[in-house]
């Protein structure tokens, strides 16, 4: 078992920058690939982010590519994701999910997670 817990979200203007931190514990946290996951009201959870369990593969949607990054410290247990120039449309409760981490692998889709945080929300305001 690995639990999820994220930090960080808040209310923030177009334009500014927050850093999300997800911490895990229970299994070795860097046998798993880590990905960000966020869902709107009224909107099916999508993918935003992933990185291999090295670190040295990242993946991100294309709303988001060139504006957030995903960054992990094996050390610490942690994956973060650095989200700059934030837009309303970012708006959304934020989760951090735990999958199977081998080779290179950056999973995109949702059933490839087995573990997930409790989500954090993150607020844009125009």
């Known amino acids: 078992q690995v639990q999820l817990v994220e930090s960080g979200g808040g209310l923030v203007q177009a334009g500014d920058s927050l850093r999300l931190s997800c911490v895990a514990s229970?299994?070795?946290?860097?046998?798993?690939?880590m990905g960000w996951f966020r869902q709107a009201p009224g909107k099916e959870r999508e993918f935003v982010a992933a990185i291999s369990w090295s670190g040295r593969s990242t993946n991100y949607a294309d709303s988001v590519k060139g504006r957030f990054a995903i960054s992990r410290d094996n050390a610490k247990d942690t994956v973060r994701l650095q989200m700059n120039s934030l837009k309303p449309e970012d708006t959304a409760v934020y989760y951090c999910a735990a999958g199977p981490g081998y080779g290179l692998r950056t999973p995109r889709r949702l059933d490839e997670y087995n573990y997930w945080g409790q989500g954090t929300q993150v607020t844009v305001s125009s």
């Open positions: 229970g299994r070795t946290f860097s046998s798993y690939a």
